[in-house]
């Protein structure tokens, strides 16, 4: 099964028209961007979806990336049996204090990192974190470990598009899809999403721009995509 996130909620009705459509996810930005919402609006939103289920970072063990995020992956799964869908708050190089104080007073369940922020942050950080990386730059590097640096997040999503619809180099992802679970971003919407699938093999799919019409959410859009990914 591939899971679904839909990303930029800014109202109580998108993240309603999120759930009725089955999604695993809803996220709301913090980070600059159009669809920022406030701390305030998120907690309204959050709360009305459920308690936040906070995840302390699993301990180190050594091994590569690869098998770090074999191991993280279904603790995270497990938390999607406890709760559906589960909030994720996206960030973009902001202080970790910050980040701290904004996902706790948004009560949201988990914290997505988006800019250029050391993988050690993510250590600093009061609930699990979804680092996303440039599918680009783990080309360029040849070793999928040189880009991830070993343990830290509970999964990676992979993004050049940061929001804009940019459609992501598939078949770069599905070479990193095939070491580590993913979620998939960047350019993607109902038309394509099933494509998207097929060829990376993503964990999950994340959209925001792909289901919107003229700048907002469009609860029949979600429906679409969210019915498009689970069903490939």
Avoid at 51 to 59: K, S, T
Avoid at 171 to 192: F, K
Wanted: a negative charge.
């Amino acid at each position: 099964m591939t899971y679904v996130k839909i990303c930029g909620c800014t109202s109580e009705a998108d993240a309603l028209a999120a759930v009725e459509a089955g999604a695993d996810f809803v996220g709301f930005v913090f980070a600059p961007s159009r669809r920022r919402i406030s701390p305030e609006v998120a907690h309204k939103i959050s709360m009305m979806l459920g308690v936040p289920l906070p995840g302390a970072p699993l301990p180190r063990d050594g091994g590569d990336s690869a098998a770090w995020f074999q191991r993280t992956v279904p603790a995270l799964e497990a938390l999607l049996g406890r709760k559906r869908p589960m909030t994720v708050g996206v960030f973009e190089d902001q202080p970790v204090e910050e980040v701290n104080a904004v996902a706790a007073a948004a009560a949201i369940d988990l914290v997505q990192l988006s800019g250029k922020e050391p993988w050690q942050q993510c250590f600093s950080l009061e609930r699990w974190v979804v680092k996303a990386i440039d599918s680009d730059d783990v080309a360029s590097n040849g070793e999928i470990e040189a880009v991830l640096e070993g343990e830290g997040p509970v999964i990676c999503l992979l993004d050049s598009s940061r929001g804009h619809g940019k459609r992501a180099d598939w078949r770069r992802a599905a070479e990193i899809s095939r070491r580590v679970p993913v979620i998939l971003a960047g350019g993607l919407t109902p038309d394509n999403v099933v494509e998207a699938v097929r060829v990376v093999r993503p964990w999950g799919v994340d959209v925001s721009s792909g289901v919107e019409t003229a700048g907002v959410k469009d609860a029949a859009k979600i429906r679409a995509f969210v019915a498009a990914a689970k069903g490939a």
